[in-house]
């Protein structure tokens, strides 16, 4: 993909990007290569609002404390980190069994160290893979039960893929994120 076309055209509809903007989207990326062409865009789409625009992993309630999130949140130290802020226990062993089969880490790792869902790689491991495998679906669907796995996706399927993650919290504003990251993908040179 010409990503020199791609960058240029989400700052046209986006504005300015810092450079741990563009490294955040360099690491999602190289993960989501070769997916299909609605999946890349919703998954940018996902990374890009989870993150505020920061398009580098946060943590849950990233502008409170630690002491705050111990006492608050219930399935503490399993809160939310990353770029789709994975949460819960089961889910952090499902990341930490990925992880060591990609070789990205080594078994019972990222148990051991919830904090590495914040490394950009795993980040984007995490994102691909949980939406792909329908590990965060309020309905248990996979990505390509909720777009299309080739050409572009229709409004109502940005909309309805928003269950992937959360529910559909926002779900309207994250399609119109989507449109932009398929157009920018598609003057990429995806199809």
């Given at each position: 993909?010409?990503?020199?076309?791609?960058?240029?055209?989400?700052?046209?509809?986006?504005?300015?990007?810092?450079?741990?903007?563009?490294?955040?989207?360099?690491?999602?990326?190289?993960?989501?290569?070769?997916?299909?062409?609605?999946?890349?865009?919703?998954?940018?789409?996902?990374?890009?609002?989870?993150?505020?625009?920061?398009?580098?992993?946060?943590?849950?309630?990233?502008?409170?404390?630690?002491?705050?999130?111990?006492?608050?949140?219930?399935?503490?130290?399993?809160?939310?980190?990353?770029?789709?802020?994975?949460?819960?226990?089961?889910?952090?062993?499902?990341?930490?069994?990925?992880?060591?089969?990609?070789?990205?880490?080594?078994?019972?790792?990222?148990?051991?160290?919830p904090d590495?869902?914040?490394?950009?790689?795993?980040?984007?491991?995490?994102?691909?893979?949980?939406?792909?495998?329908?590990?965060?679906?309020?309905?248990?669907?996979?990505?390509?039960?909720?777009?299309?796995?080739?050409?572009?996706?229709?409004?109502?399927?940005?909309?309805?893929?928003?269950?992937?993650?959360?529910?559909?919290d926002k779900?309207?504003?994250?399609?119109?994120?989507?449109?932009?990251?398929?157009?920018?993908?598609?003057?990429?040179?995806?199809?």
């Open positions: 993909m010409n990503r020199q076309a791609f960058f240029a055209h989400v700052r046209a509809k986006l504005g300015r990007l810092s450079q741990l903007q563009v490294d955040g989207f360099e690491a999602v990326l190289d993960c989501i290569d070769g997916a299909p062409l609605a999946h890349q865009a919703y998954m940018l789409a996902t990374a890009w609002h989870e993150t505020g625009g920061a398009m580098q992993p946060v943590r849950e309630a990233h502008w409170l404390s630690e002491a705050w999130r111990k006492k608050n949140l219930r399935y503490y130290p399993w809160y939310g980190r990353g770029y789709v802020q994975i949460t819960w226990e089961s889910n952090y062993k499902w990341l930490d069994k990925a992880c060591a089969e990609h070789g990205m880490t080594q078994p019972g790792e990222i148990l051991a160290n590495l869902a914040m490394r950009p790689d795993i980040a984007a491991l995490a994102l691909r893979k949980g939406m792909e495998e329908g590990r965060y679906d309020a309905h248990g669907k996979t990505m390509a039960q909720r777009l299309p796995t080739s050409g572009v996706a229709t409004r109502e399927q940005y909309i309805n893929a928003r269950y992937l993650v959360n529910i559909q779900a309207d504003l994250i399609e119109d994120y989507a449109q932009v990251f398929e157009r920018a993908l598609r003057n990429g040179g995806l199809s």
